[in-house]
């Protein structure tokens, strides 16, 4: 057999253990993935590490190999603890971390996640165990009861991060995190890079290194198109681009908020999930709206520059341009923002006669002349409405009842009887709790968990 020449993504130019090395290879693990060719010599030196990584990177496998390196298979302390955002992804790490483990001798990997009974997991943890993968609401409860101690703890790993502070779990994880011994090593895995992940590391890491891997924004990575319109055409030209293009989450720029105003109704009242956001909003009204977008409840948000100004909305599969903006910065500003991790974004302009010289701006900005497309020969297959994939629950409750998102998932998943699978995002704000779930079992959702109770208590709740 031919010798393979030794690249330096191959896993045997890594410090790793023989035995680690042999079962890689029955893995069938032979390359490393860009991640783990950038992660893993930082994480086997022991420094704190943030990396940007999607699923489907390898991601598991980097820090899976990084906390099983330094185990000791004698102490049958937790040594590791990963916290994801959901049982359906802690269950994944789980299995992959045991697949990992095989050349370590006995290592054992326990779950601990809502949704299931309580007194079990309290069994498995007398017997001891290495690693622990679980969600925070159940983590956090375990530490409160004193079934689950962490002294001897040397990894933490903080999985789909942002996933988990946009469910609403900052503040379980920062109290678990002050319950660890300061000498540890934390690893955080994240999509994308929003301004909880950097209060994150900020409060919580030890010089954290910073690796990522595809730059979620490109230039070639967003398609844009400029379409000349008459200025009467305006909302009917938006609602044929949204029509052909059928995104599932868009941003429509306007100018004032008398424009996002009329817009919003015009989609409204031609099918499309639509909701506005501009400065005359309450704050209450302000969270509501931006909850709805951020949990897929809504296609289309329509924003005022102003009011979209410090949103977290990067990721978005199109941005239109309902009219130029006169300054060419923010028109590169607001198409940033679609693109999500790895695919095409799409940006859609729309160009009245009299805004010619802002599209001239934008061209000598970009040093590159503008792709321009007749809005006429734009093809509309389907003009059914364009609804989205999840439906929002309101829950007249929230902070000042001490209401946290994982007693909300484990009412939905527990006596609701919901797959974890199908619920999305979950926002508390001071007195109101909004919940995501799949569109197709919104209603079966809502009556299940308005005839059950949330820790003790029946709430008044609605789909939005």
């Keep these: 057999m031919q010798a393979r020449p030794v690249t330096t993504t191959a896993f045997s130019t890594l410090s790793l253990s023989a035995a680690t090395l042999a079962n890689l290879e029955t893995l069938g693990y032979r390359d490393m993935t860009p991640i783990q060719a950038q992660a893993l010599p930082l994480i086997l030196k022991g420094q704190d590490l943030i990396a940007q990584a999607k699923t489907g990177s390898g991601k598991t496998a980097a820090f899976g190999i990084g906390l099983l390196e330094p185990l000791n298979p004698r102490f049958f302390g937790c040594q590791a603890l990963v916290l994801c955002p959901t049982r359906e992804l802690a269950d994944q790490v789980a ?5 990992l483990a095989r050349g370590h001798g006995n290592i054992k990997v326990l779950t601990l996640c ?25 983590v956090q409860e375990h530490l409160r009861k004193g079934t689950l101690v962490l002294d001897g703890l040397n990894t933490l790993v903080l999985d789909e991060a942002d996933r988990m502070l946009d469910m609403g779990f900052y503040d379980s994880i920062a109290d678990i995190i ?19 992940i950097a209060q994150l590391a900020k409060t919580f890491m030890r010089e954290p290194q910073q690796v990522k891997v595809d730059a979620l924004h490109d ?20 609602l044929r681009l949204l029509q052909s293009t059928r995104p599932q989450s868009c941003v429509a720029f306007c100018h004032t908020r008398q424009q996002c105003q009329e817009l919003e109704a015009h989609l409204r009242d031609n099918g499309v999930s639509a909701q506005s956001l501009h400065g005359d909003l309450e704050q209450r009204e302000r969270d509501q709206v931006l909850a709805l977008f951020a949990n897929q409840s809504c296609s289309v948000l329509v924003a005022t520059d102003v009011a979209a100004r410090g949103l977290d909305i990067a990721g978005l599969e199109a941005v239109i341009n309902v009219e130029l903006s006169r300054d060419p910065e923010i028109h590169i500003h607001r198409v940033g923002r679609s693109g999500r991790a790895g695919e095409k974004g799409l940006a859609l302009s729309l160009v009245a006669p009299a805004e010619a010289n802002r599209a001239q701006a934008i061209e000598n900005l970009q040093q590159a002349p503008l792709n321009w497309q007749r809005i006429d020969e734009l093809i509309v297959k389907n003009r059914e ?19 946290r998102p994982g007693d909300i998932l484990g009412a939905l998943t527990g006596d609701a009887g919901i797959p974890g699978s199908q619920v999305g995002k979950i926002a508390i704000f001071d007195f109101q709790a909004y919940v995501a779930v799949e569109r197709g079992v919104a209603k079966q959702a809502l009556k299940r968990l308005s005839e059950g109770r949330i820790k003790g208590r029946s709430y008044k709740m609605r789909i939005l």
């Design 385 to 403: 409405p364009l609804l989205p994939p999840m439906a929002t629950i309101c829950i007249n409750g929230g902070r000042k009842e001490k209401l």
């Design 219 to 238: 230039d070639n990575q967003i398609e844009q198109r400029f379409y000349e319109i008459d200025p009467n055409q305006r909302m009917d030209a938006v």
């Design 178 to 196: 002050g319950q660890l011994p300061a000498r540890r090593q934390t690893l955080l895995f994240s999509a994308t890079y929003p301004a909880g």
């Design 114 to 138: 809502g949704g299931v009974p309580y007194g079990p997991q309290v069994g498995s943890l007398e017997h001891g165990a290495h690693v622990i993968v679980g969600t925070p609401g159940r």
């Design 95 to 99: 299995k992959e971390i045991r697949r």
